[in-house]
């Protein structure tokens, strides 16, 4: 066995522990929600003291957002950024987006913190800011981006950009959810990539510009 796992935590490298932290807290956030999880909790699953977990954190506020800095917020960022720069057809481009963000919302772990925000958003709105500034409206402007190129450049039919990307991302983001929260796919199970395929069968014969006959 490795001697970094026999290591007690407390004798780590000390630029170790705020992913520690950070490890431990998605766990507990995942398994109890935010409000029910409190920082002893997080210490405790850390293996470090409550002092310890103020050495690096403000707040159990602070341990969120710096999770979505850490797991969710840098995708949405790439993806901003790749839009912006890319000359790719606009309906491979979707595709190659919409491929990672479904492979990475089928890991419960990274589906756990938007989870956490729609259950605890009425009582912690700054939650849902939070994800909001830093997740949403960057992914948001990225598909956007997107749809109106390819308006412009005649591959999709004129469309409202901004309604058609909510209209794309609901249903996403509500197939994970439903599956994990409610078991729907127990007795028949659906995998990532048969969710995605027809996801995109029926996104593309809406946004696609009919081909006309000579």
Known sequence: MDDAE???????RADERPDEVLDAALKMFARNGFAAT?????????????????????????????????????MAERTLELVETSNEDPEKLLRAIFSVITMRLSDPLTLALPRVVLQEAGRFPHLAETYRR???DKGIAAFEMIVKRGIETG???????????RNVLGPMLAHFILGQIFQIDR??????????????DILMNGLLKPQTGD
């Open 187 to 200: 007795d028949a199970p659906v995998s990532t990539e048969e969710f995605l395929e027809s996801h995109l």
């Open 134 to 136: 830093q997740v949403l």
């Open 6 to 12: 026999t290591e007690p935590k407390w004798r780590r």
């Open 155 to 165: 591959h999709f039919r004129p469309v409202n950009a901004r309604l058609a990307i």
């Open 38 to 74: 409190k920082v002893e909790d997080i210490a405790s699953e850390a293996g470090l003291s409550k002092g310890a977990i103020y050495r690096y954190f403000s707040s159990k506020e602070d341990i969120f957002e710096s999770l979505v800095n850490r797991a969710i917020a840098p």
